[in-house]
């Protein structure tokens, strides 16, 4: 049981979805960054900086085409890149692309994925939410794995939370009919919160997974989660046929 509390919010007493969507965004609009940011001086060659550098934003909506037959799958927040370069490394059929808003995170990855030999995987230095519908056709995406996301305990930041009614509605439009997102928490209230979530978009058939799952690699948080016993719980929202 974990020691803080997860805030649950009052929907009655939310703003509206579109000022939360705004809200939500980290380092702020895209739009806003290209005019009054400073560029980063990232490296890696498996890096893209869509927001400072236009031509990897092309090179991104090309690594989504749909032109391309291996399955997609994208994760949000891969931290150090540990699952992605397992996976990626684990499935040469299909692309991987990850995205994460801090940029050593992303140096760390692309490295990994040069000490692998993995050339199926991108990692692109922007906030998730607003790229993906910039660069991704709809309805084209095969899996979406968010993996223990910051819980964000008070109540003050639960606007940070990476899952929210607003993030899994987009999700539902991302995904392709069958196509899964699949969630993982060490934190029980979170997972509980998330299914509820999937559950009420009415886009998603929900179910609870054991995990660790034997098909897939662990991340990074998950394999010390079990170095300490903590358990760990995993949500599979697969995208129906509901328009
Ligand atoms: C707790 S860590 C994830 C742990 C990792 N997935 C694991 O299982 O070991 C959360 C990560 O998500 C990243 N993140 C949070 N919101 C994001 C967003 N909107 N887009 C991209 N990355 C995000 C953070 O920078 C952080 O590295």
């Known amino acids: ?3 803080k509390t997860f805030h649950l919010p009052d929907p009655n007493r ?22 009054h940011g400073t560029p980063s001086d990232l490296k890696g060659t498996f890096v893209l900086d869509p927001v ?7 090179q991104l909506r090309d690594w989504c ?22 996976y990626a490394a684990q499935h040469p059929e299909r692309r991987y692309l990850g995205f994460e808003v801090r940029k050593s995170y992303c140096e760390t990855a692309s490295e990994a994925f040069e000490t692998g030999g993995v050339a199926n995987a991108r990692v692109a230095l922007v906030d998730a939410r607003e790229m993906i519908p910039r660069v991704l056709q709809m309805g084209s995406l095969d899996e979406l ?18 899952i929210s009614p607003e993030f899994v509605a987009d999700a539902a439009q991302w995904l392709r009919p069958g196509g ?27 179910e609870r997974l054991a995990d ?12 010390r989660c079990r170095y300490h016993g903590r358990p ?5 929202a697969k995208r129906n046929l509901n328009p």
């Open 180 to 206: 899964r997102l699949l969630f993982k928490s060490d934190v029980q209230e979170y997972a509980d919160w998330a299914a509820g979530i999937f559950s009420a978009d009415g886009h998603f058939d929900v």
């Open 65 to 86: 085409a749909t032109q391309d037959p291996r399955p997609l799958t994208i994760e949000v927040g891969f931290q150090m890149g540990e699952f992605a370069a397992a």
């Open 145 to 162: 794995f968010v993996f223990f996301p910051d819980p964000w305990w008070k109540p003050r930041h639960v606007k940070k939370r990476l």
């Open 14 to 35: 939310q703003p509206p979805a579109e000022q939360r969507r705004q809200r939500a965004l980290i380092g702020g609009a895209i739009e806003q960054r290209r005019l």
């Open 212 to 223: 660790p799952q034997a098909d897939i690699p662990l991340t990074l948080r998950e394999r």
């Open 232 to 236: 760990t719980w995993a949500v599979e």
């Open 1 to 3: 049981m974990p020691i």
């Open 52 to 58: 400072y550098r236009a031509e990897h934003e092309g």
